[in-house]
């Protein structure tokens, strides 16, 4: 996707089987100056590239350095990980940050550089995690498809009712406010 997107040769292995496409956003910058892509991955990581396909270097450690502490992606038997299978990764343009979905979770990751060319320095004001039951009402385990459209800023989602069901799916649509961080 960089490589297509950037026009350029070097290429990036973001994505391989344990680490699926879950949601993209691509920001075009004046004159390509400043065009940004973000990428997320089914296991809570989320890059960013910039001009020329380049990684967002201070993006990257940064990040990595909230999943270590908040989501204990560090521990090598992962007993008490927060880390989970992510449904859907989508960009706020309204609050410039970065909405992460998964199972159990959901994480806010503000993407605004600060003035000094980096990125927050406290872990709250850098990234959030929320339980999903507060995020999103009536959403549990059973969700299977998830998908945010941007133009109307509104998430749907099929939630499994019963297999054997003449209709085994309910929709369920979120907007406005229902995807908003208070």
């Not at 020329?52 to 270097?57: M, N, S, V, Y």
């Not at 859907?88 to 605004?112: E, H, P, S």
């Not at 799916?169 to 907007?175: D, E, F, G, P």
Request: aromatic share 18%.
């Amino acid at each position: 996707i960089v490589t297509e997107q950037f026009k350029t040769k070097r290429t990036y292995n973001v994505y391989t089987v344990f680490n699926s496409f879950i949601g993209g956003y691509y920001m075009k910058g004046e004159n390509g100056e400043k065009d940004t892509l973000i990428l997320g991955t089914n296991n809570a990581q989320i890059y960013i590239f910039k001009n020329q396909g380049l990684l967002d270097q201070k993006f990257n450690d940064r990040f990595s350095k909230f999943r270590q502490k908040q989501l204990k992606y560090s521990n090598i038997y992962m007993n008490d990980s927060k880390l989970e299978k992510g449904n859907l990764m989508y960009y706020d343009m309204d609050r410039k940050c970065v909405v992460y979905i998964g199972t159990k979770y959901v994480l806010k990751v503000n993407v605004t550089k600060q003035e000094n060319g980096g990125y927050a320095v406290n872990d709250d004001k850098f990234a959030k995690t929320y339980d999903i039951k507060w995020f999103l009402k009536g959403i549990s385990y059973e969700c299977n498809f998830f998908h945010y459209i941007y133009h109307q800023k509104t998430l749907a989602i099929l939630k499994r009712v019963q297999s054997s069901a003449m209709c085994p799916y309910v929709l369920k649509i979120y907007t406005g406010k229902s995807l908003r961080f208070q």
